[in-house]
């Protein structure tokens, strides 16, 4: 019953303040001392993706999968690599197509279950064996893809991919959707649209037969998935988008560990995003919900140490690995 009563975040000072854990780290902190080796990914479809690495020479990844218009820049993807480099894990951060700076070739993006380029980056990195042990840790969008991800690998999963943890996930799209149209919200609602509607005008100019500018660009997702994300993904309208692509349906076919943690706080969280009983009742779901945290937040002024999310992850997947490791090695004595 891998439901845990309780978290040892203790966010001080104005940290308990949910707005400023979700703009502190994302506006001023600062992340140096990593370095990047991007590589190119060609899709089966022809598309491409920037694979952004930063190695140490080990048989452990950490791959990382970023948020709604995030990339691999992002202070929370590169806290995470740093702090698992530190610890003997090579790192990868993803980029979805559109998002590292270049439009990408296809109509088609990226969106809430768009799992299938992972599965193919998860295929091309260990094609040839090299690494002994693979994790995910995603965050938001990043994490509803990883909760996805693992329950369509179920009956399927490679032995090297270990485990997954996932940060402040709208894990049930639709109620979460009300959520951050409320007035508390508008600023970061302005923020993500802002740069979605600019990619649209990109689509709309490499493919004018496709998709045809509205008389004015939407100003809520409800619009812009009813509009664009729905209907050039495959599905039938934004409410069909939200339905099929949330984790929370999926989350009882999980075979594979995974942390997630939803601060009791995120004001883009909606309750049915605070699975309790699902994780109750799963062997595979680790659930914590710390009482303060933001979004994508879990911040502290000292942004040169890592953040409690990254001693989080690691421990978690310390935990899961070394557990693994003891199950070798209890298998080989005998």
Known sequence: MPLLQSSDYHAKG???????NTVYPALLRKVDGLEYKRERFTTSDGDFVDLDWSRVGSKQLVLTLHGLEGQSDRAYIRGMIKFFNQRGWDGLAMNYRGCSGESNLQLQSYHMAATGDVHE???HINKDGLYEDVVIVGFSLGGNLTLRLLAEVANRRPSWLKAGVAFSVPCDISSANTEIHRWFNYLYLRRF????????????????DKVKLPTKM???????????????????????????????????SIKTPVLLVNANDDTFLSPACYP??????????????PAHGGHVGFGQFNS???????HRAF???????GTNVKKALNTTKS
């Not at 104005?14 to 400023?20: E, I, V």
């Not at 409800?222 to 989350?251: C, M, V």
């Open 315 to 321: 421990r978690f997947v310390e935990m899961i690995v």
């Open 121 to 123: 980056v998860l295929a």
């Open 304 to 310: 040169s140490s890592p953040y409690w999310s990254e």
């Open 193 to 208: 649209l802002k740069t979605l509607n600019e990619k649209a005008r990109i689509k709309a100019k490499q493919f004018p």
């Open 218 to 252: 939407p100003t809520t997702f409800y619009e812009f998935d009813d509009w664009f994300t729905g209907p050039i993904h495959g599905f039938k309208s934004g409410a069909d988008y939200y339905a099929r692509a949330n984790s929370l349906q999926i989350l009882d």
């Open 14 to 20: 104005p940290f308990k303040n949910a707005f400023f």
């Open 276 to 289: 309790d009983e699902i994780a109750k009742e799963s062997q595979y779901l680790y659930f914590e919900r």
